[in-house]
């Protein structure tokens, strides 16, 4: 089993910035890649950005390209997404998944979830 326990997030301005933590902690294997989602109101849960725990390769959807960063750190077990020039668009609630390989942004191919954390972007 794995637990993923989000934190962060909050208001922010446009143009400011915010960063996401995501500790996880069970089976190493289990999590070997580390995923950022959101979902918007109304709108279908979108794939931000991955890692994998033990290779420094991370891949970002097209939207947060150039703005956001995704990082491991193993002696914490925790994954953390800095958000920099975020923008309207951006606001949602931001949810931390796990599984054993990335492949890519479907959430049906990720085992483990957190709860989420909401990150609002407004003036």
């Known amino acids: 089993q794995v637990q993923l326990v989000e934190s962060g997030g909050g208001s922010v301005q446009p143009g400011g910035s915010a960063r996401l933590s995501c500790e996880a902690s069970g089976d190493p294997r289990s999590r070997n890649c580390m995923v950022w989602f959101r979902q918007a109101p109304g709108q279908e849960r979108e794939g931000v950005a991955s890692t994998h725990r033990l290779v420094d390769y991370p891949y970002y959807a097209d939207s947060v390209k150039g703005r956001f960063t995704i990082s491991y750190d193993s002696a914490r077990n925790t994954a953390y997404l800095q958000m920099d020039n975020l923008k309207p668009d951006d606001t949602a609630m931001y949810y931390c998944?796990?599984?054993?390989?990335?492949?890519?942004?479907?959430?049906?191919?990720?085992?483990?979830w957190g709860q989420g954390t909401q990150v609002t972007v407004s003036s």
């Open positions: 998944a796990a599984g054993p390989a990335c492949v890519g942004f479907t959430p049906a191919k990720y085992d483990y």
